[in-house]
């Protein structure tokens, strides 16, 4: 009997189809005209709004005899305030689906809205323990469409809705596979108007998300679970690594460019295919230190406003939290598995292996000076002093990161709580 084993021997893997490439997003109204919809939501917020990107969803759609209506508060990453705020507005109408066009912060509330207003209950119901309920949604949910304007998240394939809970000065999230959008719309010119901050930021986020799922702890070394029990992270697994595998070398050949160059279509294509690619990877595997230390540094944040963002309040975007720690902790993970971090160092960085001066010549160095490299010559800040922490933070930074337990079980290693304060204090200045 295969319940025998003590260690898993299953991984599971999923993902919405795919529809990608230059175009696509103007046969938004055939598809979701194919799935029955009539009443649709648009999700956006107003930088998006701006481009004029979901006005054209909205047209495409009312062509196809739809009728959308476009909600443009989203909250630029996402609080329970304004997830409440926008479920209260979505109530008031009956939709039959829901089309969220933007980051992942538009994605993500767009995946709140639809479980909330289709599933009874309080948002703190479903949000992961300890922190909520952990509840799953008993009943099903209407279908979400999602059209991805960064090069980023890759929430358009993924499980989760990720917020903050601003009491608790805690990001957390709702994973759930009934989450997932049914459909990911992926169009390379929906992100060419994308600044150069922001796609330095949300490219980082890409990074992070394949290195982290890449060396993530894999999936045979887990309890065995029984099937209810069975997560929407599962660990490195042989499907996330092909996908991861691919994503690599694109971020390798065309992140600079996206960056300097925002309106080179073949580089901002690249870019998207590495997120959606980075999304099937991590959504499935996991992501574990860098992201359980962005948290705190995200959410504890004092006077930093980066440019590109909105300046109304301060803010270290996602992908660049992410980012500050990922050389020291690739450098604490790697005797798990060298292998793996010399692997994805060769693909992001081809040069790598063959460079001896300096530190180059050490193996344990040779990802994070893959990713020290790439973080300034995009401009992104040096590290966590850069962005308003000093030393006397670093007890807080390690309380916040503790609270991540579900990410941290992610990590190959065992973490302890020294550990994690030599990563940030490693982290002050990365170069
Ligand atoms: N659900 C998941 O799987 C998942 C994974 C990672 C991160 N996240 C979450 O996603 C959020 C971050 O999303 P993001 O990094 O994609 O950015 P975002 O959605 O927060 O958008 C960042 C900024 O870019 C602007 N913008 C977006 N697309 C644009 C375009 N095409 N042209 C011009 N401006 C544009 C927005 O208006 C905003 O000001 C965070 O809350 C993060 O925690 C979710
Ligand atoms: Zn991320």
């Not at 006005?55 to 959308?68: F, I, N, S």
């Not at 903050?164 to 596979?177: E, M, N, Q, Y």
């Not at 999936?219 to 994503?247: M, T």
């Not at 160092?345 to 040069?351: E, F, I, K, S, Y």
Request: proline share 8%; glycine share 10%; aromatic share 6%.
């Amino acid at each position: 009997m295969a319940t025998e084993y003590r260690t898993e021997t299953i991984f599971t893997w999923g993902a919405p189809p795919l529809k990608f490439g230059v175009g696509a997003l103007d046969e938004i109204g055939f598809d979701l005209g194919q799935m029955g919809l009539s009443r649709v939501l648009i999700v956006t917020d107003e930088g998006v709004a701006a481009t004029g990107i979901p006005q054209r969803a909205a047209e495409a759609l009312q062509g196809a005899g739809l009728k959308p209506t476009i909600f443009t508060g989203v909250h630029v990453e996402p609080t329970d305030q304004s997830l409440r705020e926008a479920v209260d507005f979505a109530r008031d109408t009956e939709w039959d689906g829901f089309l969220a066009v933007g980051g992942g912060s538009s994605i993500d509330t767009a995946k709140a809205i639809n479980l909330l207003t289709t599933n009874p209950g309080d948002l703190m119901d479903y949000i992961n323990k300890p922190v909520g309920g952990g509840k799953a949604p008993s009943g099903p949910l209407k279908p979400l469409i999602a059209v991805p304007t960064t090069a980023g998240t890759g929430s358009e394939s993924t499980a989760m809705c990720i917020l903050d809970v601003l009491a608790l000065r805690v990001k957390t999230g709702i994973s759930h596979p009934k989450l997932r959008p049914v459909l990911a719309v992926v169009d390379p010119l929906t992100t060419l108007t994308v600044p150069p901050h922001v796609t330095a930021a949300t490219g980082l986020d890409v990074l992070c998300h394949a290195l982290e799922s890449y060396t993530a702890k894999h999936y045979e070394s887990y309890a065995r679970r029984l099937p209810e029990q069975r997560a929407v992270y599962v660990g490195s697994n042989p499907v996330s690594d092909a996908f991861i595998e691919k994503a690599l070398p694109l971020l390798s050949r065309s992140f600079r460019r996206a960056v300097l160059t925002g309106h080179d279509l073949a580089a901002r294509t690249d870019m998207l295919m590495a997120a959606s690619f980075a999304g099937m990877g991590f959504g499935n595997a996991g992501v574990h230190l860098p992201h359980a230390c962005a948290y705190p540094i995200a959410g504890r944040v004092r006077g930093y406003r980066p440019p590109d963002y909105p300046q109304a309040e301060a803010m270290v975007p996602h992908g660049e939290s992410v980012s500050l720690t990922a050389p020291a902790a690739f450098r604490f993970t790697f005797p798990a598995s060298p292998e793996r971090h010399l692997r994805a160092a060769a693909l992001l960085d081809p040069g790598t292996g063959h460079r001896s001066t300096g530190d180059a010549g050490d193996p344990r160095e040779r990802l994070p000076r893959a990713i020290v490299s790439l973080m300034r010559d995009i401009g992104m800040p040096s590290g966590i002093g850069a962005v308003g922490f000093i030393e006397d933070d670093i007890p807080d930074l390690v309380e916040g990161t503790l609270k991540q337990q579900r990410i941290l079980a992610m990590a190959p290693r065992e973490v302890m709580p020294e550990d994690l304060a030599a990563i940030f204090r490693n982290s002050i200045d990365n170069w």
